[in-house]
């Protein structure tokens, strides 16, 4: 089995990620687009792991999931206080700074 | 006293006495005007009422003490009577080191006594002229200052001490002639003096700093000793660069355009500074480099062409010229330009120059008196042509006048014609060209003077209605006699038994002239233009002038009115082609220097408007840049594996 | 007695002196805070005066009075201070303007903010004095440096109306050279740690070090660059006319009279010792912007509108001279330049402060404002003119010592370019006589129709400038006494040699 | 390779060692008690007391630490001399940033932070918690993680324990920057943009750490070094890695192209909790920034400095030039903590340990002015709380001296002017440089610089050259909190600038990473 | 390359770009939902069945769930405008990613990946132990530091969306006490006011209600509306009618209620 193949996915869902936060207004799914790139870094790591003989990459992995889903609970809330204030998830219309 | 005044003397130059006795005192001379300069300039106004006696006590007192050491010095043997007294060492940076030391010798005692003497008539003459200036003390005080500049350009032993009494005489005719600061023309005359002056100090500056180079001295001791080592090319720079001092010090063509203008000056300013002494300095300078210009025959004939070039155009200027200062301001152009022709002949030439200069001191001191006695009685009118019949109404004036008059004509036996004569025979000894030229200046000379004298003396009266003329008091008509009389009697007594020549000899060296003409069909030749100048003029004048000057006069009469061009040529080129080198600078000051800064400014700017633009507030804008920054460095990582 | 940190002490009065001026409150009263703040100068002054009779004369070219306190050991900084006769002389320049300019601006300043100017200008003086007598080169620039601060405000604060822009030019220029100057400073350093394995700011050891011509040069570009732009050479010198022709007039002598000559103190104390071939090779440059600079001044003053800005130029033609001379080479040029120094410091006092007494009467500086002054002010006209003769180099003023030792010596080595320059002196009696013609002569205009005659404050402060001016144009030697050891040692360090006459040799 | 189930085998841990950010982070969980027990009335006094308390006792831990080499808790901190002397500085600076936190006297209102953030902007609830005189307590224990996350970010000896460490210091702040009293429609904008971006960035940073292991098969920092020489076939890899690992700290510390959060963030957060952003941020990215360059990647320094070199450049012109038309000051200062990353970058890339020193320096000096000038920021005020806007700031002088006077200080040192820690801090950054042959990069970091001075003087000239206009902007009295903060940051500007030797000599004593 | 690889990268990667271009919110959601599983399949495969499980478990399970509560709370229904607002962004995002993919793939695929070591072949004492084995013993300060985050994600949550009350909780006997005491003393109506548009024409409520004694409520239409001035004017006839109705005149045809 090739980890390369692995990896390579990684590689494109990672970019996939990338450009779903900067084509997507939603702040949410601008978010999970995030997510995205951080599961494809696990699945690097995860194959890398593979690849070395070394559980460290899977560990790594678990970690990241713990911060990730310490990162969604803090960006969510983040997310839900803007709408509160002003009634929209689009990234967008937050653009009072600037220049 | 109790104690010495006398400055401990520095080692004596060679052909030089250190000073001792009263001679250690010398620098007394410049002292007491100096003095008197100080006194009345720093006095303020609480110097009012004594200034004037004072500031004529000093130069008097400094002539006294001239006549003094004079004395003194005639009772010395011939080759003892250059003294030299250094005060203190001036500068001394490495090899250049420059006493702050007199000279007195026959050449400078001459001046000496010439500015002293001369000086305290005029000082005298100015108690009566100046009596209802509000600002005489000031006027009393430049005098002084310049008085004592001029002792000290004449007794400097050193080419830069020398620069120093030669800018000060400088500043002091500046500020002499622009004396009525209220008159835009006079305050305008002043600076164009200062600045064609300055033109010629360049000249002297150059002179002096290749005299260190080529010397490593700026003595008169040291370069006449060394000179002899130089190579023709320095020493006929050396000799060209003294020469263009010598022309803007002495009004000489191409720098003569200042002298007509300074007649902006009180009348006994032009008498002082602008006939008898200042101008004169550019002669003591071509005569005191003598070792210089004795070597180098081409830097002479520059001398020569200048002094014959000037005595002409001085002389035809003068032809036209209706204002009586502005004539004899003219006349003093043309025969500075004999005394500079007689100066650039070498050892047969310098006494003459010398002797004509201290005769011409006389006549045209007198005459500037004379012609300052008549504007005084003319309501300050200056314009011969609103003159006219006054020789019985101011009879001393006339009367001395007429004695200049006949002097600066070479009359003999007055005074000119002993000057004049030699100088004409020794211009004949050198080139022919050079003595026709003079034969020719004495020519004219005799038509203008005659003209001058005709049209305010004689002739008929074109007064203005207010004008009541007067014979002037008593200050200022026996300064006026006196130098009548030495008018009269200086020809003769210089060449009784060659006293100057004899007096002047250890200094500049002699040589008699052998013009290729005999002597007295020389004379007879002079004696016969002087008297067709005359002739023509009493023809021109004696019954009557036009009250204004004709306009349908010759093209060579419009170009002497007009100075020959020499302002128009200033003009034209100097103070136009200035402006406009000015306002060049200006414009690219601002464009170039101002606009190069301000463009960087616009660019910076520029750029930062534009990484301003940047930021949009835009979250995903921002994000945008990360992964553009990002792809941009992998694949920069990529090229530098590469 | 002898043992007394004498530089130090020099820094630390009129800081002390910036510092108690400062906190004086206002109710103390301008009139007496004013009072503390010339006490001060004075006291530095006579400092000053303590500190010049402990220098030994013409002994030897080493520097005197020497301290020596680690400051940085990490980059080999020390606190090192020492004068030589340059140094001297700038510190005694200091020690005289300083008194002189702040009682000639006595009443230029509203009383509420008084305290401030004359704390500003004390403190400017303690690092004014720094830098003269800093013989380590990263203390030199550090109060290159901070020199800029108090100057910075004086413009700011206290000038006319085009003041902030003009403070900003100055302080953009002056820190765009500093900065150049700082990586040269660095590059110096870390030459010299690669040569000899520590790395020091010492002068003595920067220039003992035996950088390759081809660093010489670099660094040479960068010390020049600074330099240039502080002394102010064409086409660095915009910001001059700017920051001079909108200060008060005692701001801009302290700032033309002082400050500027950090850039050519700089170039003799810093560039000719540390780079001395390149210097030689790069001489040219340096003299053709000097050449450039007299005539592009002197020019400039004759277009100038405005009495400040035109004594700007006038300025920066004599720093032409002043750079002429330097680069010359020869003992006559270096001494020349250096009492140059001197004699500029003082004409600049005279000129500004004569002329400033002027425009705070008449409230402009525009010249067409003023006619005919020398009616009503036949004082102020004087000394006018003084300041105007003595910056055209007049022969008896100490000026004209120094411009014709300076051309003197530049004659021997290019006498072309030194004839060429000598033409300068035309051109500036055109300018300062113009100048006077236009302000003075006439019919009196009506600004200057009722102005009052000056004071004897005004007088008072002016006559010691003036007499200095005098007394150095005749006896100009105990300066050169003072600073010939000093050109000797110049000419040393640049391996050169005075031309031998071209006859006979020397007496 | 064999592997098999080892025997399980308690890793050492040094507890002393690992003391600064462990007391800091045990004090963040008993903050959370005190919120969860105190009664509301003495949250406040009593978490300040625990705030205090606890950053002391890690300052001190971290000062008795200095000089210590060790590697603990599994090699996964490096105990070491720039490790231990920046958590030292990150203690101090938070203990300033806590002072500035702790301020509650110059807004009427309370403290810089909402009373309720929950409460929904201009509600009539927030005006409920706001004349209840509420305080958002739970800052501090926030505040406590972020400050204990950047002192592990300094140390962190693997890639895993650097990426927990970058969460640990940034969530709590994504947070604190929403919370803004006065604002808060901007603060949490500020809050949304730095989060997105910030795990954007920290997305590039674990993708990047996965190429590395991929590449290197270890995270640990010495396992890294040690297989960078021995593996050419994994080159590629490991340089895409090294991209996107510098990536994430680049974001970090604010430099170009990552920075544009900088500004917005800076400009809506909390002006005081900018200030300890500002300056413990910087501090912490850049000391894990200088442990991965040095320590993990010191092998491929000729690979990754034209790469930094680069952005060095961009970043210290981005930087100034953004800041030059500022008209907000806030933001001006925020793009000058851009232009000083690139200058700090100059610094780093000459990869010798004179450029370490020469940063650790810079860091230690930035970080105490740039905090000075956000604090002295909050002081300047109108009706609507901070005055921000550089035309409001005309005539202070005239108003405040003092406070004029030390900002015009502050703002030289930022500009790098003699006798302020900002000059000596540039100076040995370019000496650096210099040492290590990057005069080019010196040369623009110079012109860099001639343009920075134009916008700090600006402030300067408003301040001093010009007369006040409005009446209603006005310098707030602070509270004794505030007033401490100002006088520690200015006098160690000062005495940095003045007389930098004995930080000089604390930072020469043990210039090298441990792995 | 297996078979389950093939599967699920093909499936991951639709899920991916499914969520890229689905309008819906929701349905991003889902496709990131279905990437996941997928990657928790392919990790099973990479010899993690530990972080297989975890996959599914947290992020599936968990943080995709907290997405969604989000989502509801933010409005189900909402659907991006697809449309770009942000000149030039698409394009250029697209280009990068893409140059960015291109550059990541080359380095990986020019990089040679030791493939040799099959970690599930070498595995004695299973998976779950080997990786507690390391996050216990090297790890472990990552793992209590861990613990600051999700405390740091607690409070964060609560300082956010958590609305606490600053007044006690009224019950309905004080509201009620409390209204008639307004009614007291300023004769404020203690009760619901009026709805607008009752009996009227237009359900509306800018048409106010009509007593019953046929005139008309000025209470029943919102205030803003009433200081705007667009109340309705009542039709007579209207008005008469339901006078009519009210007082039992009228019989209505069709229904009890009338017209709407």
């Known amino acids: 089995m090739d980890v390369t193949n692995y990896v390579i996915l990684a590689a494109i869902l990672f970019s996939i990620g990338a450009v779903g936060v900067l084509v997507r207004r939603n702040a949410i799914v601008m978010f999970m687009s995030i997510e995205l790139m951080l599961n494809a870094a696990n699945l690097a790591f995860v194959a890398f792991a593979q690849a070395n003989g070394t559980f460290d990459g899977q560990v790594v992995a678990f970690f990241v999931m713990v911060v990730a889903a310490a990162e969604v609970v803090i960006g969510l809330a983040i997310i839900m206080a803007i709408f509160r204030t002003r009634k929209t998830a689009s990234i967008d219309e937050a653009n009072l700074l600037r220049a | ?642 | 007695m002898t043992n007394l940190p004498y530089l130090t002490l020099l820094i630390l009065f009129p800081l002390v002196g910036s510092l108690v001026t400062f906190a004086l409150p206002m109710a103390f009263g301008a009139a007496r805070i004013k009072a503390v703040a010339i006490g001060f100068s004075v006291a530095s002054f006579f400092m000053f005066v303590l500190t010049a009779l402990q220098f030994e004369l013409g002994t030897s070219d080493k520097f005197q009075l020497t301290e020596n306190y680690e400051w940085i050991a990490a980059f080999g900084v020390s606190w090192a201070v020492g004068v030589d006769g340059l140094g001297l002389v700038m510190l005694g320049l200091v020690a005289i303007l300083v008194p002189v300019v702040l009682l000639a601006g006595w009443s230029d300043i509203a009383d509420d903010v008084a305290g401030k100017f004359f704390g500003l200008v004390l403190l400017l003086q303690a690092v004014v004095t720094g830098v003269f007598a800093a013989t380590d080169l990263f203390m030199f620039y550090v109060f290159f440096e901070v020199m800029l601060i108090p100057m910075y405000f004086l413009i700011g604060r206290f000038g006319d109306q085009n003041r902030r822009k003009a403070a900003v030019k100055f302080l953009i220029f002056s820190l765009v050279g500093g900065l150049v100057l700082l990586a040269g400073v660095i590059s110096v350093w870390v030459n010299s740690i690669r040569i000899t394995g520590f790395g020091s700011f010492d002068l003595e050891y920067l220039s003992s070090l035996d950088l390759s011509l081809e660093t010489q040069r670099w660094l040479f570009m960068a010390f020049f660059f600074a330099f240039a732009i502080k002394a102010p050479l064409v086409p660095l010198h915009s910001w001059l006319p700017d920051a001079a022709g909108s200060s008060t007039p005692t701001v801009a002598v302290l700032l033309i009279g002082i400050l500027d000559k950090v850039g050519t103190y700089g170039m003799l104390r810093f560039l000719l010792p540390m780079f001395p071939e390149a210097s030689v090779e790069l001489a040219p440059i340096a003299l053709t912007l000097a050449v450039l600079s007299i005539f592009y001044g002197a020019i400039m003053a004759i277009g100038s509108r405005d009495i400040k800005r035109l004594m700007a130029y006038v300025s920066i033609s004599h720093f032409g001279f002043i750079v002429l001379g330097i680069f010359a080479f020869t003992t006559q040029g270096i001494s020349g330049s250096m009492f140059y120094m001197l004699s500029h410091g003082l004409s600049t006092a005279a000129l500004f402060l004569a002329a400033g007494y002027l425009m705070q009467r008449t409230q402009s500086s525009k010249i067409d404002d003023h006619a005919g002054a020398f009616q009503t002010t036949p004082l102020l006209a004087g000394f006018i003119l003084f300041g105007a003769l003595s910056s055209v180099a007049l022969p008896g003023l100490a000026s004209f010592i120094a411009e014709f030792t300076v051309l003197l010596g530049t004659f021997a080595r290019y006498p072309l370019l030194a004839g060429f320059a000598t033409l300068g002196i035309v051109v500036a009696a055109v300018y300062a006589l113009w100048l006077y013609q236009r302000t003075m002569t006439g019919k009196p205009s009506d600004a200057v129709a009722g102005i009052k005659e000056i004071s004897g404050r005004e007088v008072l402060a002016l006559s010691p400038i003036i007499a200095l001016t005098i007394a150095l144009g005749f006896v100009p030697q105990p300066a050169f006494d003072v600073l010939n050891p000093t050109a000797t040692k110049v000419m040393q360090q640049v391996n050169q040699i005075d031309p031998a006459a071209l006859i006979g040799g020397d007496n | 390779m064999l592997i098999t189930t080892e025997v399980f085998v308690q890793p050492e841990i040094n507890w002393f060692a690992i003391s600064p950010f462990t007391i800091l982070l045990a004090a963040g969980v008993f903050s959370l008690l005190i919120e969860t027990f105190a009664p509301r009335a003495a949250r406040r006094p009593l978490q300040l007391a625990l705030v205090f308390g606890a950053l002391l006792a890690s300052f001190a831990a971290a000062a008795l630490l200095l000089g210590t080499e060790t590697l603990t808790a599994g090699d996964a901190v490096a105990i070491d001399g720039p490790g231990v002397l920046l958590q030292a500085v990150i203690a101090l600076v938070a203990l300033v940033g806590a002072a500035g936190l702790a301020e509650n006297k110059v807004d009427p209102s309370g403290d810089a932070f909402a009373a309720r953030a929950s409460a929904i902007p201009g509600s009539s609830d927030e005006r409920a918690f706001t004349a209840a005189g509420w305080y958002s307590t739970e800052i501090w224990t926030l505040f406590l993680f972020a400050a204990g996350g950047m002192q592990l970010f300094v140390v962190a000896n693997d890639l895993l324990t650097m990426f927990i460490a970058l969460e640990v210091m940034s969530l709590p702040l994504y947070l604190m920057a929403g919370m803004a009293r006065r604002r808060r429609l901007l603060s949490q904008e500020a809050a949304l943009k730095y989060f997105v971006l910030g795990a954007y960035s920290s997305a590039f940073f674990l993708f990047g750490a996965a190429l590395v292991y991929g590449a290197t098969g270890g995270i640990n920092f010495n396992d890294i070094a040690q297989a960078i020489p021995g593996r050419p076939q994994t080159a590629t890899l490991l340089m895409a890695g090294v991209v996107l690992i510098f990536v994430g700290m680049l974001f970090k510390i604010g430099s170009a192209p990552f920075h544009q959060w900088t500004p917005d963030v800076y400009q809506g957060a909390p002006t005081t909790l900018t200030a300890f952003m500002a300056a413990g941020v910087k501090l912490a990215a850049f000391g894990a920034m200088l442990r991965l360059a040095y320590s993990a990647f010191g092998a491929l320094i000729w690979d990754w400095r034209p790469l930094l070199w680069a952005i060095a450049a961009i970043t210290m012109f981005v930087g100034v030039l953004a800041a030059l038309m500022q008209t907000d000051i806030k933001r001006m200062l925020a793009y000058s903590s851009v232009a000083h990353a690139g200058f700090l970058l100059v610094g780093l890339i000459s990869g010798t340990n004179a450029g370490l020193v020469s940063v650790l320096f810079y860091l230690a000096a930035y970080a105490f002015t740039t905090l000075g000038v956000f604090l002295l920021l909050s002081l300047v005020r109108d009706a609507n709380g901070e005055a921000n806007n550089i035309d409001t700031w005309r005539g202070l002088a005239s108003k405040s001296p003092l406070t004029a006077f030390t900002m015009t200080f502050l703002l030289l040192a930022l500009a790098g002017f003699p006798l302020t820690s900002g000059f000596i801090a540039k100076f040995s950054v370019f000496a650096a440089a210099v040492q290590a042959n990057q005069m080019p990069i010196v040369l623009l970091a110079i012109l860099a610089s001639a343009i920075a001075v134009v916008f700090y003087l600006r402030v300067v000239v408003l301040m001093y050259f010009r007369a006040a206009e409005s009446t209603e902007v006005a310098v707030a009295i602070p509270s004794n909190f505030t007033v401490v903060a100002l006088v520690v940051s200015a006098v160690i500007t000062l005495i940095l600038g003045v007389y930098p030797q004995p930080l000089l000599d604390l930072i020469s004593q043990t210039p090298v990473f441990i792995r | 390359m297996s078979i389950t690889f093939a599967i699920c990268a093909t499936l991951s990667v639709t899920g991916a770009l499914g969520m890229l271009l689905s309008k819906r919110a929701v349905h991003s959601a889902l496709f990131v939902a279905l990437t996941m599983i997928n990657l928790a399949v392919l990790y099973l495969q990479l010899s993690a069945p530990f972080l297989g499980m975890v996959q599914i478990i947290v992020y599936t399970g968990a943080v995709m769930m907290l997405f969604l509560f989000v989502l509801m709370i933010v409005g189900v229904d909402s659907s991006d405008s697809l449309t770009e607002t942000l000149k030039g962004q698409r394009v250029t995002a697209i280009a990068v990613a893409v140059a960015l993919g291109l550059l990541l793939t080359t380095s990986i695929g020019s990089a040679v990946i030791a493939t040799d070591t099959q970690l599930d072949t070498v595995l004695a004492g299973g998976n779950v132990q080997a990786i507690a084995n390391l996050m216990f013993s090297k790890y472990v300060l990552a793992l209590e530091v861990t613990a600051a985050l999700l405390v740091t994600a607690a409070v964060g949550a609560m300082v956010l969306a958590h609305r606490e009350r600053i007044t006690p909780k009224l019950s309905q006997r004080e509201q009620q006490k409390a209204r008639f005491a307004d009614y007291a003393l300023t004769g404020k109506h203690p009760g619901p006011l009026p709805s607008s548009g009752v009996y009227a024409r237009h359900n509306a409520v800018d048409t106010p209600a009509l007593l019953p004694d046929g005139s008309v409520s000025t209470i029943s239409v919102p205030a803003p509306l009433q200081a705007r001035g667009s109340v309705r004017d009542i039709n007579e006839e209207d008005a008469q009618q339901i006078v009519d109705l009210t007082q039992g005149n009228t019989v209505i045809e069709g229904g009890q209620d009338g017209r709407n």
């Not at chain 2, 300055?198 to 002297?204: N, P, W």
């Not at chain 2, 003319?378 to 006949?406: H, P, Q, S």
């Not at chain 2, 004899?502 to 008699?512: D, F, H, K, N, R």
């Open chain 2, 1 to 642: 006293m109790g104690y010495t005044l006398a400055f401990e003397a520095i080692s004596p130059i060679a052909n030089t006495q250190v000073a001792t006795g009263s001679f250690a005192y010398l620098w007394l001379l410049i002292a007491l005007p100096l003095i008197g300069a100080l006194v009345l300039l720093l006095g303020g106004s609480r110097t009012n009422s004594f200034g004037p006696l004072l500031a004529v006590l000093m130069p008097a007192t400094s002539f006294g003490f001239a006549v003094y050491l004079w004395l003194q010095m005639l009772g010395l043997p011939k080759e003892l009577r250059s003294q030299n007294l250094v005060l203190f060492e001036w500068i001394n940076i490495g090899s250049f080191q420059v006493p702050f030391g007199f000279q007195l010798d026959p050449l400078s005692m001459s001046f000496v006594l010439l500015i002293t003497g001369v000086g305290s008539l005029i000082h005298i003459y100015s108690l009566g002229y100046m009596d209802h200036d509000p600002g005489k003390r000031r006027f009393f005080g430049y005098l002084n200052l310049f008085v004592a500049a001029m002792l000290l350009l004449v007794l400097a032993d050193n080419y830069l001490l020398l620069y120093v009494g030669w800018e000060g005489v400088g500043l002091a005719s500046y500020l002499l002639i622009g004396y009525y600061q209220h008159k835009p023309s006079a305050a305008a005359a002043a600076k164009k003096a200062f600045v064609v002056n300055r033109v010629g100090d360049v000249g002297l500056s150059l002179a002096i700093m290749l005299m260190f180079v080529a010397f490593h001295t700026v003595t008169f001791a040291g370069i006449s000793e060394k000179a002899e080592q130089g190579s023709a090319t320095v020493l006929f720079l050396i000799g060209i660069f003294l020469l263009i001092g010598a022309a803007g010090k002495s009004a000489q063509v191409p720098l003569q355009s200042w002298l007509l203008d300074a007649m902006e000056g009180p009348t006994p300013v032009s008498a002082l500074i602008h006939a008898a002494t200042m101008v004169t300095a550019g002669v003591y300078l071509i005569v005191r480099s003598n070792s210089i210009y004795d070597l180098s025959v081409a830097a002479q004939n520059a001398v020569i062409l200048v002094g014959a070039v000037t005595l002409l155009a001085g002389a035809a200027i003068g032809m036209a010229k209706d204002d009586i200062k502005k004539a004899l301001a003219a006349s003093t152009m043309s025969q500075i330009g004999y005394m500079v022709l007689a100066a650039g002949l070498g050892p047969i030439g310098y006494v003459y120059a010398i002797m004509h200069l201290l005769t011409h001191g006389f006549f045209k001191a007198g005459m500037f008196l004379g012609a300052g006695s008549v504007m005084h009685a003319m309501n300050d009118e200056v314009d011969m042509r609103k003159y006219g019949a006054l020789r019985g109404i101011m009879m001393i004036t006339f009367g001395t006048f007429f004695v200049g008059y006949l002097a600066i004509l070479g009359v003999p036996p007055f005074a000119g014609f002993y000057s004049k004569d030699l100088i004409i025979e020794a211009a004949f000894d050198r080139s022919i060209i050079a003595g026709v030229a003079t034969l020719l200046g004495a020519g004219i000379t005799a038509f203008y003077m005659s003209r001058l004298i005709l049209m305010t003396f004689f002739s008929n009266k074109r007064w203005e209605d207010d004008a009541h003329p007067h014979e002037s008091g008593l200050t200022m008509t026996i300064p006026m006699v006196v130098l009548a009389i030495g008018s009269v009697s200086s020809g003769f007594l210089l060449t009784y038994n060659d006293a100057l020549k004899s007096w002047l000899a250890p200094v500049t060296g002699y040589q008699t002239p052998e013009p290729p003409i005999a002597i007295p069909v020389l004379i007879a030749i002079t004696l016969a233009t002087v008297l067709l100048g005359v002739l023509v003029a009493v023809k021109l004048y004696l019954k009557e002038a036009a009250r204004v000057a004709p306009t349908d006069v010759s093209i060579f009469t419009k170009a002497a009115r007009k100075d020959l061009y020499g302002d128009a040529i200033n003009e034209a080129v100097f103070m136009r082609g200035g402006q406009q080198v000015v306002n060049a600078t200006t414009a690219v000051d601002n464009s170039v220097v101002e606009g190069s800064v301000n463009f960087i400014g616009r660019i910076t700017l520029g750029l930062s408007s534009l990484v301003r633009a940047t930021q949009t507030g835009y979250t995903r804008n921002y994000a945008l840049a990360m992964l553009i920054g990002v792809a941009l460095l992998l694949l920069l990582a990529a090229i530098v594996r590469l």
